[in-house]
């Protein structure tokens, strides 16, 4: 425990200070970036009341363990029913008061739960710091007291209360940066993210960002440059992600930061990752972007229907402007991760249709990497919360938990049937995906990963558009795709099921590769009535905390490759119960020359269940630490088969299990599978703690 966060005559804290962020764990949870928001504040109340002791855990069991004085519970609309629960629990476990705090109880104060004793409306460091002030002066929270307190909202004789609306922090230069390490789900990484902004100076009716925050601010440059200074000099950043909601507002401030890198010698030695607005993106912008090394970005798109984007308030956005954008950022090699929302109460099912077309010609062109998409959500403080509760679809008693399931609990669109819209998304989804087959990296949330998901689905819009008749945009991919691959008797992965269509492996025995600080094993697994082959179980235990690690199942054929003359392979893959790592399984080829090949597939070990990974040899890219030059696997060359996950921080004594079976190679019927023409690439946005991960299992391998 730090000095300064005791007292120095006592050595004990003055009172202790629990923070958690509601979470739905269930849903998952950034294990790079944590929260930052917590962090502010408990890096205000440390500089401002040094004697108070703030911790910070993921889970309530863990903060409670702590024995805090107070807890503080910062939710989202999504999490608000979550916070309502670990409120109740801290005062059935410890019976402490408990503050909330976020963007939630900001925009719809009127909503705030019984179960609380406080809220903090609006920007927390400086409330925060007030509340405990005078719960430190009088030993309680004097409700009296407090009504003195700008930025508070609680419940006093059965009615809520306000005081005083407390102004935003209009130099952000004052606030006291966040210590990253101790964040919860934060994991050390060489990819780190930071706050450089708040606030938005656009007025989007779907947005609450610009609401919450009131108004655009940012660091200056200065403070900026010597964060990320401070990042690389103390923690070795490589890649840094602006969380800010448009980094590109102010240009001149883009300038000068860029300026103040190249001062110092970075300026091209890191990359970055930010988010931007199809209205301010032009040639400058896009010279700008490149010069400070930004590989990727998000963009809000939402649609390309010009009626959608007015009706949305998207000032200077049109369906033109949103392409000019996406050419021009493609055009200087830099990715764009576009977001789409669908369901707008007047959404026609042209208009739809206009940007599902837009984005299969861009995914199909490569001019869009991962784009993903939702429906549209009524969020208080907005005119959509005001339209919803209008026809009942919210209320202020309603179930918070609806929010986490919008499209089936909350679908606003009036024009358009739930379930035709449902049809349109799984029919789009599925061309989306055919054309990025070959790209790991592409698709996004229009991407379906899982060959056993996708290949029913082909099967099924073949049927419905040989039914209707092909003239739409991407039904001749569907067609030609339908023709070749046909579903197997047991409906197991979709290729054809022909005696010359499967090829065994030759039998082996696999083993284990793991990382340095991982207690590892691999036994055989029992069958179970899915199991068609030999399985075997994986295990591993972290001996240390925070370190990088890697666990493998390695295959190696000694003799003959068994893949000559087939098309790809099929690995079964089972997880008993979730595990934390969010990473994607990973399958690495080695051929006889000593070639290596890589790819990033969809499975992951939050997935529990059964899973079949089919990939095409195709798919697979040359290694960056592969010695021989071979662009392509040949398989007939294949000496070894590497299948796992790497690049996970966790925490001693945290089990990371898996069960898979021995790879299993296809081939097509045909000769001539449909020619899909995109890139396959490492996934920019997949951390480079994983890069390095495989690098190493690409050394010792």
Known sequence: MDCDAMNTETARPVLTLGLILATHF???YSHTFGPLGLGFLAAAVRRDLPGVRVVMKERLEDLLAERPDIVGISAQTETYGVAIRLARQAKETLRIPVILGGVHITLLPESLHEIFDLAAVGEGEATLVDLLRSYLEKGRFDLEDLAKVPGLCFRRDGKIHRTAPRPVVRNLNELAPPNLD???FHRASSMVCI???RGCPYHCSFCVSEKFSQRYRSLSSDRVVNDIIRLVETRGVKHVVFYDDLLIADRKRLLALIAGLRETGLLGKLTFSCAVRANLVDETICNLLKELNVTDLGMGVETFSDNIL???NKTGCTGAINQRAIDLLHANGIKVNPSIIFGAPVETREDMLITFRALFTNLRDGKINAPTWACLIPYPGTNLWDYALGRGIVSL???????????????LCEKVPHQEFLDLMDEWTTKCSLVCLNSSSRGGSFGIKDRAVLWPKVARWRQQILARGAGELGDDVILEWGERLENR?????????????????VDIQPTLMNGEFVEGSLVPAPQDSQSRDAEWTARGALTKGEVDTFLFVRFTYRRTSPFVGSDGLVISTKVSSSSNPALPLVLILQTRNGGEFMCVTGRSLQREGRQSIEVFFRDFQRAPWSPSADAQVDPGQITQIRAGWGGYYGRVKDVIEFRVGAPVAFRLRTTNPPKVTSECRIPVMVESRVADALLEVGRVG
């Open 26 to 28: 269930d849903k998952g």
């Open 310 to 312: 007015k009706y949305y």
């Open 195 to 197: 706050v450089s902004a």
């Open 489 to 505: 008797a047991d409906g197991s992965w979709g290729l054809n099921s022909s005696a010359e269509g499967f090829v065994r492996s």
């Open 182 to 184: 101790e964040l919860p």
């Open 397 to 411: 008693d309603m179930n918070w938990d609806d929010f986490t399931a919008v499209r089936q609990k909350m679908y």
